[in-house]
């Protein structure tokens, strides 16, 4: 299998042909700004769950979802405790019985947005997916600003400043069972791409930049959990994480 393309800031792309039928078939690899951005937001939501007082061990599994009817997410969240479905019937992620994750994240970078919203939904179809996390990366951005001062013409351009455009969104089920996002935040270098009336993600700790889940979110579906005198004094929110940080590690790993 031959590298033949590669985009620092999507997909290498892998060719392989078969000699005998001159079949090609093309495989889309995610590179490390990708694969970092999933695995950092998992691990900021499992670092939480290790964290809370008098939790036991391993009641939760990050980033062990099987292939399921949606697919494969890019990170989950999976209570211990939810149970297989011998046989595979309603209620389980494929033939095998597996049980669905609780918490789903979907990062994208080449995909249009209204694509990756359309897996969301997807994974609140007919699932016991609780929550999906969408996050979309778009290629930085180089604005010119150009020169309006008239009296010095001579004057050179002002610089380009980087512009680096994030968004997250929360996808749940509304009362009717419909799949929406509950909330989005545009939370990017360099101002607003998606929702102009957000503040800007300036610093850390700030309410408008830190989303929430809570208990019966992580532990949905797991009757060991959530009938255990652990679950029933946990206070929610039981996770906060801060966009401002999930940011700065996501820039670390951001193509130059």
């Known amino acids: 299998m031959d590298e033949f393309e590669s985009y620092p800031w999507s997909v290498t792309?892998?060719?392989?042909?078969?000699?005998?039928?001159?079949?090609?078939?093309?495989?889309d690899a995610p590179t490390r700004t990708h694969?970092?951005?999933?695995s950092r937001l998992v691990d900021a939501i499992a670092d939480q769950l290790n964290a809370l007082p008098g939790v036991p061990a391993d009641t939760f599994v990050k980033n062990d979802c099987p292939t399921t009817t949606v697919g494969l997410p890019d990170g989950s969240i999976t209570a211990s405790g939810k149970p297989s479905i011998p046989g595979g019937g309603p209620g389980s992620a494929n033939a095998r019985g597996s049980p669905w994750p609780n918490v789903v994240v979907e990062v994208g970078w080449s995909q249009?947005?209204?694509d990756?919203?359309?897996?969301?939904?997807?994974?609140?179809?007919?699932?016991?997916v609780q929550v999906a996390i969408l996050i979309k990366i778009r290629p930085q951005e180089w604005r010119h600003h150009t020169n309006t001062n008239r009296l010095n013409?001579?004057?050179?351009?002002?610089?380009?400043?980087l512009r680096i455009p994030l968004l997250l969104e929360l996808w749940r089920r509304n009362a009717a069972g419909v799949p929406h996002a509950t909330h989005s935040?545009?939370?990017g270098t360099g101002g607003q791409q998606w929702n102009a009336a957000n503040p800007n993600c300036s610093a850390p700790g700030l309410p408008a930049y830190t989303f929430t889940l809570s208990k019966s979110e992580i532990y949905f579906g797991d009757p060991a959990a959530t009938n255990a005198a652990w679950y029933i004094a946990l206070v929610d929110p039981i996770v906060s994480v801060d966009l401002f940080q999930l940011r700065a590690h996501i820039l670390r790993y951001y193509p130059q």
């Open 13 to 27: 792309r892998f060719r392989h042909t078969n000699d005998e039928v001159g079949d090609i078939v093309v495989v």
């Open 35 to 38: 694969q970092v951005t999933a």
């Open 112 to 114: 249009e947005l209204n």
């Open 116 to 128: 990756i919203r359309d897996k969301c939904r997807e994974w609140l179809n007919g699932t016991t």
């Open 153 to 161: 013409p001579a004057m050179p351009d002002a610089p380009a400043p």
């Open 185 to 187: 935040y545009d939370f």
